[in-house]
């Protein structure tokens, strides 16, 4: 069954901070047992986003997406609400959370569910690197708010 | 007949204009294509500049080898299937001599051609058909996957919906969508249940034929203006594939075939265990990448390329009947010479997607993929080699591992370096017809991509990031003043 919240987070765990979006999902992994208030909760990863993962937004209440950031001023996390954009990602193979939005109100015809994009700034991103202490800590932030906004109906 | 290496290297490089298309990619690697022009527009120098997977050889290097088929996948987000499984059968020479239960090969396969069919339709649908749909020099707001959406609604759905049923596949053979843990030296940890097979045996049907429809595509296409999709980057080569014991298309397993550029039989059935005597890594001093050549043939004539376009016409068939009866259509239209234009791979890609849409579901037939024998056993080696054909062409994984279980050498051949040379001059080929004499747009830039996604969308998808990240293309006489430029924002706007 389609559970009603998704929580998408992607990146490469062998290049350093990159794995902010797969970690805040082994995070919430290992939490979610002990908060039941949570509801059904579905965690999906991969490496980019891509076309198809449009049909997973099919059948959820509300979606997060968990992305690192390269940007210093997202530090130590920026959430916001997005909107479906027909954005230049299309012209790569891996698209922003806003073009996988458009992807699936193009291909459903009716509007996506409400998103939340979550990028959690990271500042080192070499091959074969751990998290830096500092996407650490802003990974401990970003897990905080995403606690509260699980628990918020 | 011009030298193939035209356009390498120009005698006067510091008297010319020079255009460098830089993007950057965070997960495939970074590619850059250097242009040399003279005040006239006049090409002379043209490379194709990728970083290579080296620092992932020494990642992998001390880890312990059982780690090795997952630590892999992290190489590439379009085909980690191709890695897990290629260091998969390294792997298995070394914990067994490379035996596998019946079971264990048929999953595998059914992974791989799960793999086959989700990356052939992203490469196709989502990065190659805007350009073909609209034209390489169409509206760069227009053209992309859903520009194709909007004007061609049922194809670009087709794309969505064949990349999904093949990243299931994926799924439900690996365990997980990414990242998967499905393959291990010697084996598989897990074998279908009788509901994973029936879920995805309800959807093997529609996904034959939609991919019998995108062979249609491409085929009109390539019918439509055969003058263009015969000639653009028309670079004849050696071709290299791996064929079975009766020469048919495999992409699992099999023996090395190789033929010239007029189609004849160079070597055949040829153990891939000997890779490194048959081929060697050449190196050039202006990339990271390796140049490899067939060693007999040496550097000038021993280039080749790899995948899709030299799959179908090495082969002697096809084994599914679908595909075959393309194939033949295929080698038919060629005439009695093999095909080389670039844009051929496309065709021959849609071929092998319909294979796969046949195999799997053959597979998913077979009671074996239900089977608990999952392990083999055999004498324990410190050397493995393994190779398949990964959706781009044959990838190498080689490595040496220590007593102590731990990996002492990695040496990894990706399809990428396999068709190094022959991107290069199909490059130079589009450059020299496409950008002599003219004024330099982004629509004729377009071309350049264009030619390098006919074979590879892992560096294409660099060069795409064109429009993601912001590109600016500066044109600098041999005083190193700025003479012209022109620049791409984050958007896909493009100005001067």
Known sequence: ?153 | MRHQFELETAKNPDALKRIVIEPVSRVEGHGKVTILLDDDNQVHQVRLHIVEFRGFEKFIEGRPYWEVPVLVQRLCGICPVSHHLAASKAMDMIVNGGILTPTAEKIRRLMHYGQMLQSHALHFFHLSSPDLLFGFDSDVAKRNIVGVAAANPDVAKMGVLLRKFGQEVIRVTSGKRVHGTGSVPGGVNKSLSLEERDYLLKDADQMIAWSRDAVRIIKQLHKANPALYDAFGNVPTTMMSLVDDKGALDFYHGALRARDRDGEVIFDQVSYQGYHTLLTEGVKPWSYMKFPYITTLGEEKGWYKVGPLARIQNCDRIPTPLAEEERAEFVAYGGAKPLHGSLGFHWARMIEMLCAAETIKDLLLDPDIMGADLMATGPRREEGIGVIEAPRGTLFHHYRVNENDVVTYANLIVSTTNNNTAMNVAVRDVAKNYLQGHEITEGLLNHIEVAIRCFDPCLSCATHALGKMPLEVTLVDASGREIDRMTKDSEGRVGK
């Not at chain 1, 765990?13 to 999902?25: E, K, Q, T």
């Not at chain 1, 965690?43 to 198809?52: K, N, R």
């Not at chain 1, 998103?115 to 996407?135: D, K, N, Q, V, Y």
């Open chain 1, 1 to 153: 069954m389609t559970a009603p919240t998704l929580i998408f987070g992607w990146g490469n765990p062998s290049r350093g901070d990159d794995a902010l979006g797969p970690a805040l999902l082994d995070a919430i992994e290992a939490l979610r047992a002990s908060h039941p208030q949570w509801g059904e909760v579905d965690l999906l990863t991969d490496f980019q986003l891509q076309v198809e993962h449009a049909l997973d937004l099919e059948g959820r209440r509300r979606v997060l997406f968990v992305d690192a950031s390269a940007s210093a001023g997202d530090a130590p996390f920026r959430a916001e609400a997005i909107q479906p954009a027909r954005d230049s990602s299309f012209t790569s193979h891996a698209l922003s959370p806003q073009g996988v939005m458009h992807v699936y109100a193009e291909i459903k015809k009716s509007p996506p569910p409400p998103c939340t994009l979550l990028a959690i700034a990271g500042e080192a991103f070499e091959l074969g690197e751990p998290l830096s202490a500092a996407a650490r800590s802003h990974l401990d932030a970003a897990l905080a708010w995403t606690q509260a906004w699980l628990t918020t109906s």
